[in-house]
């Protein structure tokens, strides 16, 4: 019985470190990154969408997408736009009344990282979930590189938003213009 009792203790022992290490990976990771660059796929309430994006920590991101309304994303790090250049119509939020001020701001992804748990999906991919201001948020992580794969938000409208990253380029130079806020005309 001893013997058991032993095994169980270094077991739950190993699954903890493990996952510890696993959260630490993650956010050294995450600390050395001061831009992302990367193209993603889009899907919102089964709508899909494909684009290239760049995100400069903290708060900053650029997105066009590959689309007839060559629609554009940008936030200044307080204020979030999208762009149908086509028409030339705009839509302006405040960057901290959208799910994206959690994921724009690594610093609030690393407290997160480290107030919740972390999960494997499907031995696929890390993830970490939260709730935040009626806003439930998916964060996903490569199991290997522990780079960032993307995310999933829910709004209390319950619009599903999942976004998956791929050819992620880290720490590249970028054009800071990039950030600027579109202005009509």
């Known amino acids: 019985m001893i013997k058991f009792f032993f095994a169980c203790f270094f077991f739950i022992c190993f699954f903890l470190n493990s996952f510890a290490s696993i959260k630490n990976n993650i956010i ?6 001061k831009n992302i660059s990367f193209d993603f796929e889009q899907t919102i309430n089964d709508k899909s969408e494909k684009g290239a994006c760049t995100i400069q920590y903290p708060k900053k991101i650029f997105c066009e997408y590959d689309n007839v309304k060559q629609k554009i994303l940008v936030s200044n790090g307080k204020s979030l736009v999208i762009q149908n ?3 030339d119509q705009f839509y302006i939020y405040p960057l901290d009344k959208t799910p994206l001020i959690y ?3 690594k610093n ?4 997160k990282i480290e107030e919740n748990n972390i999960d494997i999906f499907e031995d696929n991919f890390y993830i970490i979930s939260f709730e935040e201001k009626n806003n439930s948020i998916n964060i996903f992580f490569d199991k290997n590189s522990f780079n960032l794969l993307g995310w ?3 709004d209390i409208y319950q619009n599903l938003a999942v976004t998956y990253i791929f050819n992620l380029k880290k720490n590249k130079k970028i054009d800071e213009e990039k950030f600027i806020i579109p202005t009509t005309n």
């Open 28 to 33: 050294s990771n995450l600390k050395d990154i």
């Open 85 to 87: 250049k086509t028409n």
């Open 103 to 105: 994921i724009l701001d």
């Open 108 to 111: 609030s992804i690393i407290k």
């Open 152 to 154: 999933q938000t829910e």
